[in-house]
């Protein structure tokens, strides 16, 4: 992303953001609520064009792409929205099989049913196949949201807040899933606001606050940093991994060796 704003009415949601996602590394974007986070997330997928700046993919302009590089694009990334974002009207086995109609259209029907089956079979979603989203719970909802974004085998996926508001045993799942991307050399993009996830999955660590651009970079030298600012956002969202990280716990109780900004 280079120089990139976005305007939402009288708004800067962002504002002159440059900062880049290497491939196969996973960065955790942080910030409080309403600091554009999921906006970046949007505007890195080529989902919202931004108002000034450029958004690049393998060096080509995201929203100037046309053709065939645009369906490599798009298949070559999977989104997670906060929300699940599931087509109500269709069943769980449908939407799982949309992108790989859309993305793959020699699929032979018999192959992307075979495909749908073996992704619930993985997580033990088989029996919900032919249910319709509203019949699962917010959990399942989540998971099947993942697996969708994940059958057309990505090599980049974009996850908003992917363990929000379910219980354990599904973030725990979630992570599972998310953590064997990682080891497939994904290039993963989340945001989240879940310390255990954000602590054992960023490789870097992006922090922004109402709409700009605080501190991107490895996760050890942006945990460290000198802004009070990124620092105080950090604490709230990382408090809870301090006990066991002593590094952290060093920042949060306010190293003074660190001189603020």
């Known amino acids: 992303m280079e120089q ?18 290497p491939a196969s590394t996973s960065t955790v974007v942080m910030g409080p609520s309403g600091c554009g986070k999921s906006t970046l997330l949007k505007v890195a997928a080529g989902l919202i064009p931004p108002d000034r700046g450029r958004v690049c993919f393998r060096g080509m302009d995201v929203f100037t ?14 989104f997670v929205f906060q929300d699940g974002a599931l087509w109500e009207n269709k069943t769980v086995a449908e939407n799982l099989a949309l992108p790989l109609e859309v993305h793959f259209e020699s699929l032979h029907p018999s192959e992307v049913y075979r495909r749908v089956l073996h992704a619930l079979e993985r997580v033990g979603l088989t029996a919900a196949a032919s249910h319709r989203p509203a019949s699962l719970s917010s959990g399942e909802r989540k998971i099947v949201s993942l697996l969708r974004a994940l059958i057309t085998e990505p090599s980049v996926v974009f996850l908003d807040e992917p363990t929000l508001s379910i219980d354990h045993s599904m ?4 992570r599972q899933m998310i953590h064997e991307l990682k080891a497939r050399g994904c290039t993963i993009i989340t945001v989240t606001e879940d310390p255990r996830l954000a602590s054992t999955l960023a490789d870097r660590l992006v922090v922004l606050d109402a709409g700009l651009l605080l501190e991107a970079g490895d996760f050890d030298q942006v945990k460290r940093t000198r802004n009070a600012r990124a620092r105080s956002i950090l604490s709230q969202v990382l408090g809870e991994i301090a006990s066991y990280d002593t590094d952290l716990l060093g920042l949060l109780e306010g190293d003074e060796s660190l001189p603020e900004n």
């Open 65 to 78: 792409m046309t053709g065939r590089a645009e369906r490599e694009f798009r298949r070559a990334n999977g």
């Open 171 to 174: 973030s725990d799942r979630i």
């Open 4 to 21: 990139v704003t976005v305007i939402h009415g009288d708004t800067v949601a962002l504002s002159d953001v440059t900062v880049d996602f």
